[in-house]
């Protein structure tokens, strides 16, 4: 019976997430679970890169209009890119998880965060400007005239 436990274990996950420096906890986590045989078809396809398919600024949107609907409190209010943010990813052989400089100083916090909300087993941080607090991408960031 034990053993059947071992099927209730959740696979590894792609996902995106904020992180909440006063709480250190995540929030506002969706992930999708991907399998080897996702990854066997996505790099037979010459497609190694297994991402979360929806974005950060998609999801904070809807989460603060949800909230407006309902009369709610939500921390999903003001600027997405003004809350630590990530993205984890697989590429070609690992995981990765796509931060800015926020997340230096936590880092050995963040992966004992990341190891049990995205069931990783091994990834490595890479860091770029995009995920800094302030940055997006560039469709993101709204035009000044």
């Known amino acids: 019976m034990a053993d059947m436990a071992s ?3 959740q696979m590894p996950c792609v996902g995106i997430f ?3 420096p006063e709480e250190h906890n995540f929030f506002g986590v969706h992930k999708k679970e991907i399998t080897p045989k996702m990854v066997e078809e996505a790099a037979e396809k010459g497609m190694p890169f297994i ?3 929806k974005l950060h600024r998609q999801i904070w949107a809807k989460e603060y209009f949800k909230a407006q609907a309902k009369g ?3 921390k999903f209010e003001g600027d997405y890119t003004q809350v630590p943010r990530g993205r984890v990813a697989w590429n ?3 995981f990765i998880v796509l931060v800015g400089k926020w ?3 936590i880092q050995n916090e963040l992966t004992e965060l990341l190891e049990q909300e995205f069931s990783l087993p091994y990834f490595e941080f890479v ?3 995009h995920w800094d607090l302030g ?3 560039s469709g993101d960031m709204p035009t000044t005239r």
């Open 51 to 53: 991402n979360y398919p």
């Open 135 to 137: 940055h997006g991408w």
């Open 92 to 94: 070609v052989n690992k």
């Open 72 to 74: 709610e409190r939500t």
């Open 18 to 20: 904020w992180y909440d």
């Open 7 to 9: 099927f209730d274990e």
């Open 127 to 129: 860091y770029d400007y």
């Open 103 to 105: 997340a230096e100083p």
